[in-house]
């Protein structure tokens, strides 16, 4: 039942992180452990182009953030069957110290002396890995820490933490450099993953039925759901398939932006790291904004990602446009604006994503859907990176634009070819009735329409 003050209004609810304390704790470990991680890939991204790589400065930081993302999408079936094996408390908790470990070792020895160009590449390949790790497993734990009614508002928490991530992260990760160098980024990023990893260690996740059969035979309950082969969980899942499929290919140009900006600022506004700083923190501003914003939003999820993504590419090819003088506040602001896109698109698909999904599935779904849209980050940073030694930054904005749009158009129609009597009939074999439901419902109302 829903609490009302005294004019029969309904009272406001406590944010659910307040109202979760499990939830809340896992959550704040997220942050801890994605702000660490972009700290150390914007970090990295702008001590390579301001300072360590020279002329090749675009090859050397697609290379490094192709690195960085190659774990999500080489490790997707052991994360799969690593989650759905083991209890998720324990492989986010080894997840994130590992990574505070590894950064630790990496910090002591940057500070020491100038490493190889070499440990740098390995160090990024390491968290990542851990990271691709921890950001599913959260996400397939999401139902056991919260109730059903409140999956959307864990949805927007989880998702806002992309926002806090590049806020604090982008924000501190070319400052440092540029006070510190590489050294100061690292250390930080050691005592962010070891105090994630703390958080978790002391909070207890609620036991369930599916997580106690876990505990007592975890090689035979849990050998369906690990065994069952991840490309049939998306291909008995059409609708899915075919949105997945879309965002995977606006990744190809959207996911640019992190070479692009880097070296926009460096050739075209001739700036230093804060500039940098600025844009990273305008982008997960506008992500944030548009996380606890786009469930409030009218229309079916298709129409309002289409929509959201011609305004990305709008504002993605805004800066390839104007002049030097106006170019950093354009910037700003354009990076804010795709970022609000991004969050937007994030919260709508990812609690659409948690409903239609059947709940056996989900570990090898949300491994799968990392692994896909990340697997065009390696490319989009080597491509554009090589572009970029070749290119003016301007140019590379209008292409990130022009590739953003068909994708747009592919979308809105997927959307008009979608019926939930459709989807139902095709996921039979793999939803039960009530998730089918669910699903059916999703697709005939905005998500958060009842919020």
């Given amino acids: 039942m829903t609490a009302t003050g005294a004019a029969g209004a309904p009272a406001r609810r406590t944010p659910l992180v307040l109202r979760n304390r499990r939830f809340g704790a896992v959550w704040a470990a997220q942050v801890l452990t994605q702000a660490a991680g972009r700290m150390f890939q914007v970090g990295a991204v702008w ?6 790589a020279g002329s090749d400065r675009g090859l050397a930081s697609g290379a490094f953030l192709a690195v960085s993302t190659l774990p999500a999408v080489v490790l997707a079936p052991l994360v799969a069957g690593l989650i759905a094996r083991r209890p998720h408390r324990a492989v986010l908790g080894v997840s994130a110290a590992v990574a505070g470990l590894v950064a630790l070792g990496t910090a002591a020895w940057t500070s020491a002396t100038t490493p190889p160009a070499l440990v740098t590449y390995g160090a990024a390949l390491v968290l990542a890995g851990c990271q691709a790790v921890f950001d599913p497993c959260l996400t397939t734990a999401v139902p056991e820490l919260v109730e059903d009614a409140d999956i959307e508002a864990a949805t927007g928490f989880e998702l806002a933490t992309q926002s ?40 207890r996740f609620p036991a369930t039925p599916a997580a106690a059969a876990t505990a007592d035979a975890p090689t035979a309950d849990a050998a369906p759901a690990a065994g069952r082969p ?21 990744n190809v140009f959207t996911t640019a932006v992190f070479v692009v900006m880097p070296l926009y600022t460096r050739t075209v506004l001739h700036a230093d790291g804060s500039t940098v700083a600025a844009l990273e923190a305008a982008l997960g501003a506008g992500t944030l904004v548009g996380s606890f914003t786009g469930g409030r939003l009218p229309g079916a999820p298709t129409a309002v990602g289409a929509g959201c993504l011609a305004l990305m590419a709008a504002a993605l090819g805004l800066p390839g446009l104007v002049g030097d003088r106006a170019g950093q506040a354009t910037a700003v602001g354009s990076m804010a604006l795709a970022g609000w896109c ?5 919260v709508r698909f990812v609690a659409l994503f948690q409903r239609m999904v059947p709940a056996e599935d989900r570990p090898g779904f949300f491994a799968v859907m990392q692994a896909l849209l990340g697997a065009t980050f390696p490319v989009s940073s080597l491509v554009f990176g090589l572009l970029g030694d070749h290119l003016p930054a301007r140019t590379l904005c209008l292409v990130q634009a022009v590739g953003v749009l068909p994708v747009a158009a592919a979308l809105w129609w997927t959307g008009r070819r979608h019926t939930p009597a459709t989807d ?28």
């Fill in 342 to 346: 991004v969050g937007v698109i994030g």
């Fill in 164 to 203: 806090l991530a590049g806020l604090a992260g982008g924000l501190l990760g070319p400052l440092v450099v540029d006070a510190t160098g590489l050294a100061g980024v690292v250390a930080g990023c050691a005592g962010a993953y070891l105090l994630a990893a703390a958080v978790i260690g002391v909070t």
């Fill in 424 to 451: 139902a009939d095709a996921d039979a074999d793999a939803a039960t009735t009530t998730v089918t439901a669910a699903a059916t419902a999703v697709s005939a109302e905005p998500i958060g329409g009842g919020r």
């Fill in 230 to 250: 991840l490309r049939r969980i998306l291909a008995e899942l059409p609708f899915i398939r075919r949105v997945l499929l879309c965002f995977t290919a606006a």
């Fill in 47 to 52: 001590w390579l182009i301001a300072h360590a």
